[in-house]
Nanobody
Framework: QVQLVESGGGLVQAGGSLTLSCAASVSIFSINVMGWYRQAPGKQRELVAEITRTGIRSYADSVQGRFTISRDNIKTVILKMNSLKPEDTAVYYC???????WGQGTQVTVSS
């Protein structure tokens, strides 16, 4: 079973930046699509960014131009987040699409 461990979250002021990291137990090149999802309190989990095995990236409209998804090595997916807004506050998860079992996620809190 694929295991995914997210890290890098924290508390940041609006306008700041954070970089999230996702460590996979298998090569991410064996997975067709890897993505970053987030879930804010009282809201459904949403996909914010994804990258295909061939390197094609796509983003939710709400983060387009501010977030960048990339692969650091064969087992790590990165989400670079710039110009953070309070509405970006959520628990962030990485997973495949369709998803495997969910990890613990990493909390991102953006203060105004």
């Amino acid at each position: 079973q694929v295991q995914l461990v997210e890290s890098g979250g924290g508390l940041v002021q609006a306008g700041g930046s954070l970089t999230l990291s996702c460590a996979a137990s298998v090569s991410i090149f064996s997975i067709n699509v890897m993505g970053w999802y987030r879930q804010a309190p009282g809201k459904q989990r949403e996909l914010v960014a994804e990258i295909t095995r061939t390197g094609i990236r796509s983003y939710a409209d709400s983060v387009q131009g501010r977030f960048t998804i990339s692969r650091d090595n064969i087992k790590t997916v990165i989400l670079k987040m710039n110009s953070l807004k309070p509405e970006d506050t959520a628990v962030y998860y990485c997973n495949a699409r369709p998803p495997y079992s969910w990890g613990q996620g990493t909390q991102v809190t953006v203060s105004s």
